[in-house]
């Protein structure tokens, strides 16, 4: 089962300058205590074209993390704007908040982040060149697209076990296909046939 | 009859493999196929039962939903109180869901407000055992064991009252075992497998009692489930899958020689689920129809893979309704509600039916009197000897009961909106940390977080622990289970006997504080968000340079951005750049073990630290245990300090209980010997603050030699005690005290008599030795045994009296759990609690609950709570009387057994005209039998049965207190 379970994800200070740093407050439950710390990470996508522009902004590790409510706040600079591509600097983007355990991501919460200028006059007459040092970063953080991934939680050994589990329609559809052999064989109902206390009414 | 399909009842189209109604009727529970993972989900019940609570918008539908386990739910059931809600899984693990009550409503992150969880259900227990899918489980009638069985052939019983101790696995299944049910009883288990037998366990020593194999010959393919079940009187047990002349049948067993005459015929392919009605029925009796007494008979409905249910009743050769056609799938499970007027079916495609009934159709239920009444006549023991079905016709007489049956249902009420009124403000309760508010700590968290670098260079958070998780339950209520032997029983004695009489030792409520924090470590690291890292922010200027995370997917180029987008919100990156990642998590852990191994270290130092005031007498003490058999002394000393008199006339009264023949004695003060004769024991009066040994010789081959030091402040003595009998050696440490006054005991008195007595009628011809003697705050001597054997000594009778026995079968007999106000009333503390030790045995007395005749139980708990009432007195314990006199009055009064409880009435309330030849005493150690009485009334009130002697006491108590 999940032992961490994300209750919020707080973006504060949005919307911000484009140059200035991400920060999330992230509570989350934790419900038994974890050996290892957690890792999370803040990925900025450069553009939706191709991960090549994927820029990991900070990565951090958390704990020690026992049993219960806990929170901390993420703070991680703002992307580099020579990785991304001019054409994508303005517009919609995303920006993901990853956690793994054992190096298995088991959540993945995205946020749309809208880039631009906040002066009527840039907006309508942009800079040939992306000019960040006006750009404004809104993040829509009402809006958060959550994905979770059920992993292993536990000792490292089982844990390709637990990948094979992940396919659970497997496990549990196999008796639709088996058919009783010998329970077809009963056409209807002859009473004279049947102990008793039968069910005539088939 | 009506029929209904609450089409809202669904796991999105996946599986529903099993469905359990809550015992109060007011919720039920799914279990089956979620998303990408196993999935029960609590639904409301009302929605169900009523149409206009189903259109009702601010009627939630479904109440919780939990997708804990990583694969297919195959069961979950309910235990009978409701507490608890047990599934099992394909993941081969059982989860135990407990209400936690102090979260309100919440959301579930991300879900768009759309799958809110009106009810907070928590896993507090993983039970991990099987090595495959788990395929049933059942919680036993009083809910002490927890069955569960698997695909790997095996039956496991688990410990329900200290989850996740297993109590026996029971194997002899040859095929996947698919289906449990327990004996209404809880004498015997069934266990149904593939390998075409039905086995029935016995509780008694888990062993199997039989296998029933020829109704199976015939079975063949397989079936997802086999839940059999057990009829409510107990007489029959009834099979999934049977073949009888090639057609599929329920196969009846009969309990008496496990016969196989019987069977439910009819459907057209395998039974997969049979369900008991709960209730026993009998004829409706209409008016104008002879009122011929005809038997009752019990209700069973029956599922099956041709997608058709029967509904039997065991007085009808013919079922008394069969749908067909209800699910386009095999049905999976079928769930009585407790009045036993509607069953829940769902089925393997993903739905759900409910079937109401009428009592026209079934017949009139049996009270829950009327049923116990049949277990008693049948088995000698009822599940349910006191119900409240079965006080509702009795009338009340006095207007006093009255008031107090109504003030107790206030209470009730009062107790439900408290802790609605707790769930409500749950918000502001969880938001307070430390006296600071959420908002306070969220304004100032990112200064406060503790940030580390570890060793490679990688930042680290700690983070800020905001609440607690309510789960410890199995174990807070227990945590007083620390073992209470050797030098640190004395202490805990010392702390408690001081905790009770005298405000002495500062540090004896610490005690308890460091236990209690040893189990919730979280605070102290929570709690210390240490302002050292304010500078932390300039650190993040050179945080880690940003990376490229290596691409595996090319995404097309002519997508729509916001489609681009979504892939990556839901697909997790293929390569995580795992590798320097994974050993920097190594090196945290190995660092944070350490952490954890110095706190875990320091635990219990502090305990003994703050309980025993010293820190030489924890280095002293390990010594102490050393020895095996040691004898340990406690040597209680009184300072009788009065102003201006600074311990002039302290006493020092070191007990030396082994001398058993009288033999010279030798009193050594620093190197001064005294001799006199051992039963003429002089105490030597030793001056402040000085050191001085006793030497007891009887032969050469054996003395006692006692070294004690009086520290210059503290006030505490430590005393080393060498015994030697028989050419061996012991020393122990002595813990001893020096109290300042309080209470007026008469300490010369005691030894005096004690000196006088020896030990030889405990003793004689036997090897067994003393391990460990003890005096309580009250004087009295008391002496365990090496054989689990304590004796305290009776000054009034001049006998040693026996208080404990480790191997007392009444003790492990006796069962008044019932009778217990709260599970932490067991823990009631005090010397006897300590002598007697406190472990829980209510494991144990689960273990052996059903295998005694309830008869035989009775008297057993009688005795064991009459032998502590008894032994509480000798030891003059007050609290503890209190305690086990109020639990005896309340078996009573549970039990109905009347002439005792009058007995115990007429004692407390002694005569109430006053005659001068009355020997009666108006108090028993120290407290005032009439407020005991009045103290007891309420329990007597509980049961209307004793209204009448409720009403003669009070009136009685009236008549003295208007005196």
Known sequence: MAKVSVLNVAVLENPSPFHSPFRFEISFECSEALADDLEWKIIYVGSAESEEYDQVLDSVLVGPVPAGRHMFVFQADAPNPGLIPETDAVGVTVVLITCTYHGQEFIRVGYYVNNEYPSLELRENPPPKPDFSQLQRNILASNPRVTRFHINWDSQEDRLEAIENQDPVLGCDLSLSYTPVKGLALPGCVPSLLPENSMDCI | MKLLKPTWVNHNGKPIFSVDIHPDGTKFATGGQGQDSGKVVIWNMSPVLQEDDEKDENIPKMLCQ???????????????????????????????WKRATYIGPSTVFGSSGKLANVEQWRCVSILRSHSGDVMDVAWSPHDAWLASCSVDNTVVIWNAVKFPEILATLRGHSGLVKGLTWDPVGKYIASQADDRSLKVWRTLDWQLETSITK???????????????????????????????????????????????????????????????????????????????????????????????????????????????????????????????????????????????????????????????????????????????????????????????????????????????????????????????????????????????????????????????????????????????????????????????????????NSFGASKSCTEPVVATGARPAGESVTKDSMNATSTPAALSPSVLTTPSKIEPMKAFDSRFTERSKATPGAPSLTSVTSTAVERLKDQNLVKELRPRDLLESSSDSDEKVTLAKPSSLSKRKLELEVETVEKKKKGRPRKDSRLLPMSLSVQSPAALTAEKEAMCLSAPALALKLPIPGPQRAFTLQVSSDPSMYIEVENEVTAVGGVKLSRLKCNREGKEWETVLTSRILTAA?????????????????????????????????????????????????????????????????????????????????????????????????????????????????????????????????????????????????????????????????????????????????????????????????????????????????????QLDILRDK
């Not at chain 2, 195959?74 to 693990?93: E, F, I, P």
């Open chain 2, 215 to 509: 109704p199976f010959d015939e079975c063949g393919g397989t079936t997802h489930v086999l839940r059999l079940s057990w009829s409510p009187d107990g007489h029959y047990l009834v099979s999934a899958h049977a073949m009888n002349n090639s057609g599929p049948t329920a196969q009846i067993i009969e309990r008496e020689g496990w016969k196989t005459n019987m069977d439910f015929v009819g459907h057209r392919k395998a039974v997969t689920v049979v369900k008991f009605n709960p209730k026993i029925f009998k004829k409706k009796q209409k008016n104008g129809s002879s009122a011929k007494p005809s038997c009752p008979y019990c209700c069973c409905a029956v599922g099956s893979k041709d997608r058709s249910l029967s509904v039997w009743l065991t007085c009808l050769k013919r079922p008394l309704v069969v749908i067909h056609e209800l699910f386009d799938k095999s049905i999976m499970d079928i769930s009585w509600t407790l009045n036993g007027l509607g069953i829940l079916v769902c089925s393997m495609d993903g739905s759900v039916a409910f079937l109401d009934f009428s009592q026209d159709e079934l017949g009139d239920p049996l009270s829950e009197e009327e049923k116990s009444r049949i277990h008693q006549s049948t088995y000698g023991k009822s599940l349910a000897i006191m119900t409240e079905a079965q006080l509702s016709t009795a009338v009340i007489e006095n207007p006093e009961m009255l008031k107090y049956q109504r003030r107790q249902q206030q209470q009730q009420l009062d107790q439900k909106s408290a802790t609605a009124r707790e769930t409500a403000s749950a918000s502001s309760v969880t938001g307070v940390v430390n006296g600071e508010s959420l908002e306070d700590i969220r304004k100032n968290l990112l200064k406060k977080q503790v940030e580390t670098r570890t060793a490679d260079g990688r930042r680290r958070i700690t983070p800020l622990c905001i609440a607690q998780l309510d789960t410890g339950d199995f174990s807070t209520a227990f945590f007083n289970s620390i073992p209470l032997t050797g030098s640190l029983a004395g202490t805990m004695l010392s702390s408690h006997s001081s905790q009770q009489l005298l405000p002495l030792d500062s540090n004896t409520p």
């Open chain 2, 66 to 96: 939990m997708d804990n386990h990583l694969a297919c739910v195959n069961c979950v059931r309910w235990s009978n109180s409701g507490m608890y809600l047990a599934s099992g899984g394909d993941d081969k693990l059982i989860m135990v």
């Open chain 2, 743 to 955: 209470g007026s005991w008469d300490v010369h008195r005691q030894v005096v008599v004690v000196k006088e007595e020896s030990l030889h009628s405990i003793l004689a011809g036997s090897d067994m030795t003393v391990s460990q003697i003890l005096l309580t705050q009250h004087g009295i001597p008391v002496m365990n045994l090496s054989d689990g054997k304590a004796y305290c000594f009776n000054p009034s009778l001049s006998t040693w009296n026996l208080v404990s026995d480790k191997q007392d079968s009444l003790a492990q007999c006796a069962d008044f759990r019932s009778s217990l106000p709260s599970q932490d009333a067991m823990l009631c503390s005090g010397p006897l609690a300590i002598i007697q030790g406190r472990t829980s045995n209510s494991g144990r007395q689960a273990a052996r609950l059903f295998s005694v005749p309830h008869v035989v139980q009775q008297e057993t708990t009688l005795a064991y709570l009459e032998n502590q009432v008894a032994a509480a007195l000798t030891l003059q314990s007050s609290h503890e009387y209190r305690h086990w006199l109020l639990l005896y009055a309340r078996y009573l009064v549970n039990e109905g057994f009347e002439y005792r409880l009058r007995e115990i009435c007429k004692d407390l309330l002694g005569p109430v005209h006053c005659s001068t030849g009355s020997q009666w005493e108006s108090t028993v150690v120290g407290l005032r039998k009439r407020e005991l009485l009045k103290e007891l009334l309420p329990v007597i009130g509980q049961n209307l049965r004793f209204q009448r002697l409720f009403t003669e006491c009070q009136e």
